[in-house]
């Protein structure tokens, strides 16, 4: 299970900092990911982080204002999202991978998300 938390209402230009923790599984194991979908829209994968934290990625949208890190003592992910404008309002997802590596596309468990929404 994975339980994300840190949305919420925000102006143009602020931050917010998602966190997603996981339960019944190990963390260690996985390549783990962020993915948002606004409404009327597909969901898009904005980050993802190998199970080591060695290598990260990031969609263009996002790319300088957004970092995605990982503790893996504590099971958790997060999303550091700065600069923040309308174009980020979405629900955001944290993803389980089914393996180590962001490169693999399978993406095998979805937490419920949390409502992000920048206001101008």
């Known amino acids: 299970q994975l339980d994300e938390s840190g949305g919420g209402l925000v102006k143009s230009g602020g931050s917010l900092r998602l966190s997603c923790a996981a339960s019944g599984i190990i963390m260690d194991y996985y390549a783990m990911g962020w993915f948002r979908q606004a409404p009327g829209k597909v969901a898009e994968r904005i980050s993802c982080?190998?199970?080591?934290?060695?290598?990260?990625d990031y969609a263009d949208s996002v790319k300088g204002r957004f970092t995605i890190s990982r503790d893996n003592s504590k099971n958790t992910v997060e999303l550091q999202m700065n600069s923040l404008n309308s174009s980020d309002t979405a629900k955001y997802y944290c993803?389980?991978?089914?393996?180590?590596?962001?490169?693999?596309?399978?993406?095998?468990?979805w937490g419920q998300g949390t409502q992000v929404t920048v206001s101008t």
């Open positions: 982080i190998s199970n080591d934290g060695r290598v990260k």
């Open positions: 993803v389980k991978n089914r393996r180590d590596a962001c490169s693999d596309m399978q993406w095998d468990l």
